[in-house]
């Protein structure tokens, strides 16, 4: 009896160190949400988008359906402003509340065929369009360093993005909020920061766009279309054991890439916002693929604000036509009640209204969820 005793005490410290040790190697080949792409498809943990999926004779397969909902850690920095984003029924504006109902829904859009989102460190407009923009949203400081509490909101969705595999395209800068940086050192600064803050956290699930529309009123020239492409290099030349980021940028609505981006890119970022005719969306994808230094790579429409989703062809379906994934950008407009749109501070973050309902529909039918 002693024998088996003394047996078991000298075992039982080597078990419980196996023990572990499987936990980890399970837990870290099977608890990581891992974006690939290969050619023009997306893959998430070694399985192609949408596998073996059409609808109505268009491939999905590969494909990376997604909306605009960049306002998931908003904030407003400035007292003088701040007041303009109050919950109707609450009186104030919340940051924590806002990112908490943002993950609160994020299940509900992966059930319908949402696999991406864009979520950007400085917004968008939180009035969806807006030529002055006083209130002071910024993930980054003067100098470019990460502010910890935007940053612990962005890490709390993307942990839940990671949960539900899915892939969220990370923004960095947008045109109504780079001026808030001092210089172009400050923004290669804060690129760098971001960068490193998302290789530190170990996430190999998200995309990259430096900037929201990159043609569109930007204060540095870094962050024009002139000069992009050198963030786009910069961000993709920050390596971890041999990881890096995929990354690209956006330029308006209708605008057609230019050859230095086009080259340096990983993915093409376009945007639907001004073309109203869907024929046109199918002329946007083609005349990209005949920009100087295209080779086959993802194409994916992040940001329009058309629907007619009842009707046979919108941008939507001219889009996966095309074989380019879309994302849906929707915000309140003027005398709209709260459920309305993505963009519009406060944000309602449920399937709440018909255009969001029209637009959850139809992608769940065309995706296969």
Same mark, same amino acid.
């Given at each position: 009896m002693r024998k088996n005793q003394n047996f078991?005490?000298?075992?039982?410290?080597?078990?419980? $160190?196996?023990?572990?040790?499987? =936990? %980890?190697? $399970?837990?870290?080949? %099977?608890?990581?949400?891992?974006?690939?792409?290969?050619? *023009?498809?997306? #893959? &998430?943990?070694?399985?192609? +988008? #949408?596998?073996?999926? +059409?609808?109505?004779?268009?491939?999905?397969?590969?494909? =990376?359906?997604?909306?605009?909902?960049?306002?998931?850690?908003?904030?407003?920095?400035?007292?003088? +402003?701040? @007041?303009?984003?109050? #919950?109707?029924?609450?009186?104030?504006? @919340?940051?924590?509340?806002?990112?908490?109902? $943002? &993950?609160?829904?994020?299940? &509900?859009?992966?059930?319908?065929?949402?696999?991406?989102?864009? &979520?950007?460190?400085?917004?968008?407009?939180?009035?969806? #369009?807006?030529?002055?923009?006083?209130?002071?949203?910024?993930?980054?400081?003067?100098?470019? *360093? =990460?502010?910890?509490?935007?940053?612990?909101?962005? *890490?709390?969705?993307?942990?839940?993005?990671?949960?539900l595999e899915m892939v969220p395209i990370v923004g960095l800068f947008y045109f109504g909020q780079d001026q808030r940086l001092e210089s172009e050192a400050a923004v290669t600064n804060a690129v760098d920061n971001a960068i490193n803050w998302l290789h530190d956290h170990n996430y190999k699930n998200v995309l990259i766009e430096i900037n929201n529309e990159c043609n569109i009123r930007y204060t540095h020239k870094i962050l024009q279309p002139e000069k992009v492409h050198e963030l786009i290099e910069r961000a993709k030349s920050i390596e971890r054991n041999g990881f890096r980021y995929y990354v690209s940028t956006s330029y308006g609505g209708g605008f057609i890439p230019l050859p230095n981006v086009v080259k340096a890119t990983d993915f093409i970022l376009i945007h639907g916002n001004s073309v109203a005719d869907p024929d046109k969306i199918v002329e946007m994808v083609a005349q990209t693929k005949e920009v100087k230094g295209y080779h086959k790579m993802p194409i994916i429409f992040n940001e329009d604000d058309h629907f007619d989703f009842d009707k046979d062809f919108n941008n939507l379906v001219a889009s996966v036509s095309a074989y380019a994934s879309w994302g849906y950008f929707d915000y309140r407009k003027k005398g709209e009640a709260f459920e309305e749109g993505y963009q519009s501070v406060p944000v309602d973050w449920s399937i709440s209204s018909e255009r969001k309902k029209g637009f959850f529909n139809l992608l769940k039918e065309i995706t296969g969820y």
């Open positions: 078991d005490a000298s075992i039982k410290p080597a078990c419980l $160190f196996l023990a572990v040790l499987i =936990l %980890f190697s $399970f837990s870290s080949a %099977f608890g990581q949400t891992k974006v690939k792409i290969k050619g *023009e498809k997306f #893959y &998430i943990n070694g399985k192609v +988008t #949408y596998k073996g999926q +059409t609808w109505k004779g268009h491939k999905i397969e590969g494909l =990376l359906m997604n909306a605009r909902l960049v306002q998931g850690v908003f904030d407003d920095l400035n007292p003088e +402003t701040v @007041d303009q984003w109050k #919950y109707p029924d609450t009186g104030k504006w @919340d940051a924590d509340r806002n990112t908490s109902e $943002f &993950i609160e829904n994020m299940a &509900i859009w992966k059930a319908h065929g949402m696999l991406s989102f864009t &979520i950007n460190l400085q917004g968008g407009s939180p009035q969806g #369009y807006s030529k002055v923009q006083p209130w002071h949203n910024s993930a980054f400081t003067a100098a470019g *360093e =990460l502010r910890p509490a935007y940053m612990a909101r962005l *890490e709390k969705i993307l942990d839940e993005a990671e949960k």
